[in-house]
């Protein structure tokens, strides 16, 4: 899968709480993880996993935050209100994922990680940053009220900045989910060109390719041997013009006939394919 990241880690998002940043890493990660498999049409079950994974490891990582404020902040009402922030995060989830259906899932996922997304951005930048910094100047021996009022005071140029990284991560979510997807489409279509050109290849059944015009622009080897002609002497030549060597008289007359168009992928769009079971003299 590709290594695009719907959320790209920063330093930024670093709170100075070691066990609180490696946790959000690993929401990071998994939110990652989910987006890819979303682009890469992943099967549902898989998904799901993915999507349940994500969901358990955000309620650990909600308890552990929750411990550590009640250490160092007690019973202080900002941690209610935290606490209060978790269980609107986790309703909202589940709501979301109690709409969905087989029909609409990936609608509802693309929902889903986008939600996720500005959740975790605001929620680290906003919420977690600050409690970290007042239970940091608590652990070190400042008074509560004055860790509180020190983590508060945020200049106008550190809101702004705040709101133009929110701004930035809700934008690039949606445009990186979109580009991976893409770049998925791009991919499966490669690796059915890849197949055709095997089967091409190796099949037994004489196939040739044509232009509009109906100019040879491909042919197997089991057309070269049903002709007795070389790739090099029939590529740019008019169909109805080669001479086979073929034993039928009335299948070699269907190589003349006009070809049926058939849509093999991006690179020889609008060309026709000719197959049939022809024999070579003998």
């Not at 070389?230 to 009335?250: M, N, V, Y």
């Amino acid at each position: 899968m590709t290594q695009t990241e719907i959320f790209p880690w920063n330093p930024g998002f670093e709170t100075g709480l070691p066990v609180i940043d490696a946790q959000h890493r690993q929401l990071v990660e998994l939110l990652n993880r989910l987006a890819a498999h979303l682009a890469y049409r992943s099967a549902i079950p898989e998904l799901e996993a993915i999507f349940d994974q994500l969901t358990q490891y955000a309620a650990f990582h909600f308890q552990t935050e929750e411990s550590i404020w009640a250490q160092y902040l007690d019973s202080d009402d900002s941690v209610a209100l935290h606490k209060l922030s978790h269980q609107h995060f986790v309703t909202e989830l589940l709501a979301l994922k109690h709409d969905r259906t087989d029909a609409n899932f990936e609608k509802i996922l693309e929902r889903i990680v986008s939600f996720l997304t500005r959740w975790l951005a605001f929620h680290i930048l906003d919420s977690d940053k600050r409690m970290a910094q007042i239970a940091l100047a608590v652990g070190q021996g400042v008074p509560l009220e004055t860790a509180k009022r020190s983590a508060e005071d945020l200049t106008d140029a550190q809101q702004v900045l705040i709101k133009t990284i929110l701004r930035m991560y809700e934008n690039l979510s949606s445009r990186t989910l979109q580009l991976m997807k893409e770049v998925a489409e791009r991919q499966r279509a490669e690796t059915k060109l890849r197949l055709f050109a095997k089967v091409f290849e190796n099949t037994l059944e004489a196939i040739c390719i044509t232009d509009p015009e109906r100019r040879i622009i491909d042919v197997n080897v089991a057309f070269c041997q049903a002709t007795k002609n070389s790739s090099a002497e029939l590529l740019g030549k008019p169909l109805d013009r080669i001479k086979s060597g073929f034993t039928d008289t009335q299948l070699a007359a269907t190589i003349a006939k006009p070809c049926r168009l058939a849509d093999i992928g991006p690179e020889k769009s609008g060309t026709a394919i000719q197959t049939a079971n022809w024999s070579p003299n003998g």
